[in-house]
């Protein structure tokens, strides 16, 4: 058995598209008009922004617990490549097996209950079949036994997952990130990170640890309960629509930096958001944290007003330190510069919907 | 001297206390350099010095600034004293001790990062309590750089930004810090505008 993708089905929904190299990377209209905006207001500062997980607007990114959206197909084949090329973003420690089991079973019955058009999870005991239809994948396997899947349980159900995964066992009244796939990140190394308790991890935010946030987030975290989700998000900026912005590759991509102009701007720059949600996992008592990375270049944001206004704004008014942290310092000026042209001034409305 | 005094810093970086005597069936201790002056200072606050040192196994190593106190702890009378050239011939030692090791066993740590973190490390993966391991920190504060980019350990790096012993790249000093890999991250400082490397400053010494 192997998992590799035997594509065909469904590519007149799923976009065939780069992450590299040439960049064909796209939103349709209607992936603009459902891109998570991060921002409900016209300033943006770190705080404790969690809200309960649960179905959101029809059509939008908080529908379904695991969104499967038109990038899926290449997003996928894009992780293949970054596994490929460096194995080590996908880590588990060896007593996070169950966990990974526990991830299995959660994404496969979401799937194939919020998209049964495209996945579909039959059970005989613990001898399941799953088929992923866009992946072109039909295994049989038993649930628990790690020796009937060609991965590890982890690794098998995030190569057919958008977004990051992280594991974190809880001990001593700490979070320990254990395990994770990490091929998505916004300038963060899973490989050096493995292993560290949830202040270690985030040692290097500004500002937030001062606030009391991380403390007052941790506190939550530990009373997460099985079934009761919670989800955040957090965002940054990248140049281009390049998914895996890695410190190992910084060398490669860190240039591009640098190639911004007042003419490509608009093409070239990408708000990247993160939905990020949280599940309490039942057997292993592990909480998975999803990372789902969402490009939306500047050029596609503004074709929504309110977008474009407000956009200007949290840009313009951000916190140095908060803009140094994600990267973003050096091209702050020439964006703001380029934003303006789609702020005349108007009142936004409240909240990150398109228009209310 | 006496331990090192740090400025703030971030939370992954260790912190790191004063050696206090404590009640225990076997007394490790693994030091370099200095750190030879932080177990006596901790043998002087013992209430049974004596008892103490019958069950005391010192593992020592010169320190990376040549400071060689091999004489001083020798001269002690602890049950078992060894002194390796190095730290990469002192661990495989030490983790065959571990391997015979006891719960109960307290642990004292002195010396310098690499040193203190490279036996914590171990120490850790036998299942020890991180209760029962102190460390004090004395002597150089160079530091053990590991390169996000090639995953190649530098050690002993006094300057910042530096040259990867690896790869060759100029890599800043991050304070950011794993406790799995017992060292710091290191990152490319010219990645956004090659070529363009700021002189080395010594700041660690
Ligand atoms: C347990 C799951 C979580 C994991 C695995 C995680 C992981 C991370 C990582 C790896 C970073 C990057 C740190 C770096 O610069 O190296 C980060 C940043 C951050 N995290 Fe978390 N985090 C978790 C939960 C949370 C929660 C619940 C909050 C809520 C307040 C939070 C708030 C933040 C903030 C504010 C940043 C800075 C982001 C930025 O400015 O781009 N995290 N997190």
Redesign the pocket.
């Known amino acids: 058995m192997s998992l590799d993708f035997n594509l065909g089905a469904f590519n007149d929904y799923f976009r065939n598209e780069t992450f590299r190299d040439d960049f064909t990377y796209a939103n349709s209209p209607a992936g603009i008009r459902r891109f998570p905006f991060p921002f409900d207001r016209d300033d943006y500062m770190?705080?404790?922004?969690?809200e309960p997980h649960v179905p959101g607007r029809k059509g939008s990114v908080f529908e379904h617990a695991f969104d499967v959206d038109e990038h899926y197909v290449s997003e996928m084949i894009d992780r293949a490549k970054v596994l490929a090329s460096d194995p080590l973003r996908c880590q588990s420690l060896p007593h996070m097996t169950l966990a990974g089991w526990d991830l299995l079973e959660l994404i496969m019955e979401a799937k194939a209950r919020d998209y049964p058009q495209w996945f579909t999870l039959t059970k005989d005991g613990n001898r399941w079949h799953w088929i992923n239809r866009p992946l072109g994948i039909d295994h049989h396997f038993t649930f628990l036994d790690d020796s009937t899947l060609p991965y590890g349980p982890f690794e098998y159900i995030t190569r057919q997952t958008q977004g990051d995964f992280?594991l974190?066992d809880e001990r001593d009244n700490d979070?320990w990130?254990d395990a994770g796939m990490v091929t998505s990140?916004?300038?963060?190394s899973l490989d050096f990170?493995i292993g560290m308790s949830?202040m270690e991890?985030?040692?290097?935010?500004p500002l937030?640890h001062e606030k009391g946030?991380?403390d007052r987030?941790l506190k939550?975290?530990l009373k997460l309960q099985h079934g009761a989700p919670v989800r955040?998000f957090?965002?940054?900026m990248t140049v281009n629509p390049l998914l895996d912005t890695a410190p190992e590759t910084y060398p490669v991509w860190g240039p591009t930096k640098t190639s911004l102009t007042p003419e490509n701007l608009g093409q070239k720059q990408h708000l990247r958001v993160e939905l990020?949600a949280?599940f309490r996992l039942p057997r292993s008592n592990a909480?998975a944290?999803s990372i789902r990375c969402y490009l939306g270049r500047f050029e596609e944001l503004v074709t929504i007003p309110k977008w474009g206004r407000r956009l200007h704004r949290v840009i313009r008014d951000i916190n140095p330190d908060?803009a140094a942290?994600?990267g973003f310092l050096r091209n702050r000026d020439a964006m703001v510069a380029w934003l303006a042209g789609y702020d005349d001034g108007a009142p936004t409305s409240p909240g990150f919907w398109p228009e209310d | 001297m006496s331990k090192t005094a740090f400025p703030p810093a971030i939370k992954s970086r260790p912190v790191y206390g004063v050696l206090e005597p404590r009640p225990g069936a076997v007394h490790l201790v693994v030091a370099d350099g200095e750190g030879a002056g932080a177990v006596t200072d901790m043998l002087a606050k013992a209430a049974d010095r004596a008892g103490m040192l019958a069950a005391m196994h010192i593992i020592y190593t010169p320190g990376p600034n040549g400071t060689d106190q091999t004489a001083m702890l020798a001269a002690l009378g602890a049950k078992q004293c060894y002194r390796a050239p190095t730290i990469p011939t002192l661990l495989p030692r030490l983790t065959r001790v571990l391997s015979d090791a006891h719960m109960g066993t307290q642990f004292y740590l002195a010396g310098t990062e690499g040193l203190i973190g490279q036996a914590e490390r171990d120490i850790m993966a036998t299942g020890f309590p991180h209760h029962d391991i102190q460390k004090e920190h004395r002597g150089s504060t160079v530091r053990r750089v590991q390169c996000v980019h090639c995953k190649g350990i530098t050690e002993n790096v006094a300057t910042d930004p530096f040259v990867c012993s690896h790869c060759g790249l100029s890599l800043f000093v991050r304070d950011?810090y794993s406790r799995r890999i017992a060292a710091f991250q290191g990152v490319n400082i010219d990645a956004e505008d090659p070529g363009q490397v700021p002189p080395p400053v010594v700041r660690f010494t």
């Open positions: 770190y705080s404790v922004n969690m992280t974190q979070l990130m990140q916004a300038d963060w990170d949830f991890w985030h040692a290097p935010v937030a946030i991380f987030a939550f975290l955040r957090n965002w940054t990020q949280l909480i944290f908060v942290y994600k | 950011h």
